[in-house]
């Protein structure tokens, strides 16, 4: 079945070394997003892709990078990753008609902790 | 920015009674959804209403959009125990050359068997 799958579904890092959390996608959609959802609130963009271009979030931090070298695959980079970074890491994806958010098809998650 | 907000913040109910929920949000959208995300889990679509719409139905789902008063509620009938889940609404808002998602807080249900 067409599908976002988010791989590892648990990551475990040390305050400060580098992670990288992946997303792949088979519905060929060209819109990809990550978004970061903390326990009991709302699941908050961090950037997306249209095709290649790369929308960051104004209070997203620097500290969160993105990389999406094909349709299919898209990264989560966390330089230096701190205790406040712990969180779900949902990745969507999305075939907008025209400027209109169509829905959006989710992974199953990511969940960092940050020792 | 804006943000739809759920209400309530969380139900509990009996298996096979109705399950209410309303969202409200502050600006002009173009259209709003309802997800469901299951513990531990990614998020669900189901249902998506336009700005034009006024009610829709999906199986035992009923949702309905009043943009004068900015809210929309989402119905589930003949609860089961299966529904127990976190209930978000995302409001599709017009920005600059794109469009934006913005996800409330969401409801958490509790279907008792």
């Known amino acids: 079945d067409a599908m976002v799958i988010q791989n590892p579904r648990y990551q475990v890092t040390q305050f400060g070394k580098p992670v990288t959390l992946s997303c792949s996608q088979t519905l060929n959609h060209n819109v990809m997003y990550w978004y970061q959802q903390k326990s009991s609130q709302a699941p908050k963009l961090l950037f997306h892709?249209?095709?290649?271009?790369?929308?960051n979030e104004a209070d997203t931090p620097d500290n969160f990078q993105s990389r999406r070298p094909n349709t299919s695959f898209c990264f989560l980079d966390i330089r230096s990753p701190g205790l406040g970074d712990a969180a779900m890491y949902l990745c969507?994806?999305?075939?907008?008609?025209?400027?209109?958010?169509?829905?959006?098809?989710f992974g199953s998650g990511t969940q960092l902790s940050v020792l | 920015s804006q943000q739809g907000e759920e209400d309530p913040q969380a139900l509990s109910i009996q298996e096979g009674e109705n399950a209410t929920m309303n969202c409200s949000y502050k600006t002009s959208i173009n259209n709003l959804q309802w997800y469901r995300q299951n513990s531990g889990r990614g998020l669900v679509h189901l249902i998506l209403i336009r700005s034009n719409e006024r009610e829709k139905h999906s199986g035992r789902l009923r949702v309905t959009l009043d943009t004068s008063k900015k809210s929309s509620s989402l119905l589930i009938t003949a609860s089961r125990a299966a529904d127990t889940a976190s209930y978000f609404c995302a409001t599709d808002e017009p920005t600059g050359a794109n469009s934006k998602l913005t996800f409330g807080k969401g409801i958490t249900l509790s279907v008792r068997p």
């Open positions: 892709y249209y095709d290649k271009d790369f929308n």
């Open positions: 969507a994806t999305s075939s907008p008609v025209g400027r209109d958010n169509e829905k959006l098809f």
